[in-house]
């Protein structure tokens, strides 16, 4: 079951996962990182699914309605052709987003008479365990959840079975969680359809983009928004868990959470493209989960309800993507200590001090905690730690996690000047005497480059965003330097590792995604835009051909792995295209 055969439907509730058999791969129900009902992705013998394929078994092919999260899959047989609509129902309604927990199916035929088969089969989440189904008149029941979970139709109950039938004519088919659907069943489909339609239309008209890479942008910014937990704010890292990074690794982990390293990127792409509404939602959640920690002691990662009970296990009885496990639920990086976090939140909260259109967030409290959040990245500045990739070695003074404290103390320095002009001396100093310390020790004129750890050898990818935070001027030998280094270093046919390491788990063999965005935003810093341009059409092998993105790219086998979509890579797609892309009043 490749990724690139995979495509993603949501609403910011919950989430599917449906491949071009016409297979529900991956669905948690009533939210990202609860408990799967549909799980082939996972156990292709015994996971839960519901499919809706021809009776041959062909392959379709896949397409979202454009500007859309509205998936289409065609599929031509003997018999005929047709196609099935996926999509979770959102739009505007009573000024509020209506986004219900539903899943909706519309397959119709286009020519001729093809002969269809549809089976629904869910599980009650890890067990595996089947729930025991009640049949009504034009519905069926499936008991066991903490909740009612409904699937109603038009088709005969008796074809949901897998039993092959001729498909002479529209059917709808509705999977609910909670309140059942009491409308008219084809009249709700086709409003749902359309109002669902409008509303992507619309937001996606109200996204900026570059003149240049505007499908890519546009695709990735579908797919951010789709990872947004509204109901919270919270961003999560990924849809899925437990897809390796490489094939054999024994890198699996669970990714349907929110991490805070990633934050201030994720804001900074969601104010590229415009929506505000996404990137207050997700400040609210920021504040929430900073402001309710004790003495400052934040995890590296949170679950999308601000709590951070994410105790680490592995499910021996799940066989795991192609066979590949371990699967684990969890995330033991809760329990790391990522120095970087600190930096990275004052960098994600700094806009509500100095961008206007935010100042309804501005309060002493947040201020309070600013100052807070810096002192605290001030203090580990240089100390060791798990790092952005979370290393399960012996720790060491990461530097990347340094940039990010002085990139904390630099952006308050800037703050305290307009809202505590009697402590901007204090945070100047420390950014100043973080910066020092940075040079002195992890500069390595051997390598030509700053180095991943303080007093180290090994290159660092994350290390590429020193140009985008301005570390050094633009014109200064060692950033350029580093940049062509860690480009030489880690690079693989176009794309680059984030390191060459062992980590704990082996050497990392696979691309990893983000990190070839980081390089083409770093060319485009230092004013090497046609670099950038290149490194970027290099980059098209490696979407799938719905446009989505995962975390890991194998360059020797042309495939996608890692957790999927991924918000980070996504996330740096758009970074990258507004970087390298001209203005567009240099195009007209």
């Known amino acids: 079951m490749r990724l690139e055969d995979i495509g993603l439907i949501g609403n910011c509730q919950f989430s599917a996962l449906v491949h071009n058999s016409g297979e529900i791969v991956w669905c948690c129900l009533p939210r990202f990182d609860s408990e ?5 992705l996972l156990d292709e013998q015994d996971g839960g699914r519901f499919c809706i394929r021809p009776a041959g078994g062909e392959s379709g092919r896949q397409r979202y309605q454009p500007n859309t999260n509205i998936l289409e899959t065609i599929f031509h047989t003997s018999t005929g052709t047709f196609r099935v609509i996926d999509f979770a129902p959102r739009f505007m309604q009573f000024d509020r987003a209506f986004r219900p927990t539903q899943l909706i199916r519309i397959v119709e035929p286009i020519e001729g008479a093809p002969r269809i088969a549809v089976t629904c089969e869910p599980k009650l989440g890890w067990s595996k365990v089947s729930p025991q189904v009640t049949h009504g008149s034009h519905h069926v029941r499936f008991d066991g959840f903490s909740t009612q979970l409904r699937l109603t139709t038009d088709i005969p109950l008796s074809y949901l079975e897998g039993q092959p039938f001729t498909l002479t004519g529209r059917q709808n088919f509705i999977l609910s969680w909670g309140a059942p659907v009491e409308e008219p069943l084809a009249q709700l489909c086709e409003r749902f359809l359309m109002e669902t339609s409008r509303y992507w239309k619309r937001w996606v008209k109200q996204c900026d983009i570059p003149p240049m890479f505007q499908q890519e942008v546009i695709r ?11 109901d919270t704010g919270a961003i999560i890292a990924a849809m899925t868990t437990s897809i390796p990074e490489s094939p054999g690794s024994g890198r699996t982990w669970d990714y349907r959470y929110c991490w805070l390293r990633d934050s201030s990127y994720v804001l900074n792409a969601l104010a590229l493209l415009g929506q505000f509404e996404e990137r207050e939602q997700f400040v609210q959640y920021l504040l929430n989960v900073a402001g309710g920690s004790t003495g400052m002691d934040l995890a590296p990662l949170y679950r999308i309800d601000g709590s951070k009970n994410l105790e680490e296990s592995i499910l021996d009885e799940w066989p795991g993507y192609e066979g590949e496990g371990p699967v684990r639920i969890g995330n033991g990086a809760a329990t790391h200590l990522q120095h970087d976090i600190y930096g990275e939140l004052v960098l994600a909260l700094t806009p ?9 967030e501005r309060s002493p409290a947040a201020l309070k905690l600013m100052e807070d959040l810096t002192r605290r990245a001030v203090a580990l500045a240089g100390v060791p730690d798990a790092g952005i990739w979370e290393y399960r070695t012996e720790w060491k003074p990461q530097t990347f996690s340094s940039l990010m404290c002085w990139a904390g103390a630099d ?6 000047e307009l809202h505590l002009p009697a402590k901007a001396a204090e945070f100047r100093s420390a950014a100043d005497r973080i910066h020092a310390d940075m040079i002195e020790h992890a500069w390595n004129p051997a390598k030509g480059s700053f180095v991943g750890h303080y007093g180290g050898e090994d290159l660092d990818a994350s290390l590429l965003q020193m140009a985008r935070l301005r570390f050094l001027p633009k014109s200064d030998p060692r950033l350029g330097s580093t940049i062509d280094a860690i480009a030489k270093d880690l690079g693989r046919d176009g794309w680059l590792l984030r390191y060459s390491l062992n ?35 290099r980059i098209h092998g490696a979407i799938s051909p719905l446009g989505l993105l995962s ?3 194998d360059v020797g086998r042309s495939r996608m792995w890692g957790n999927f979509p991924q918000t ?8 990258a295209a507004f970087a390298a892309a001209p203005q567009w009043n240099d195009i007209y």
Do not use: N
């Open 36 to 40: 799967p009902l549909f799980s082939t």
């Open 220 to 230: 990735s910014a579908l797919t951010l928004k789709l990872h947004c937990f509204e």
């Open 352 to 360: 509500i001090f100095l961008d206007e259109r935010m100042s309804a």
């Open 411 to 416: 952006r308050m320095a800037r703050i305290a």
């Open 503 to 537: 980590d704990g788990f082996g050497t990392p063999t696979v691309a990893f995604v983000i990190c070839t965005f980081w390089l083409i935003d770093a060319l485009a810093a230092v004013g090497r835009r046609e670099e950038a341009q290149e490194w970027f059409a």
């Open 551 to 553: 975390e890991d790219y």
């Open 568 to 575: 980070y890579s996504h996330v740096g797609l758009i970074h």
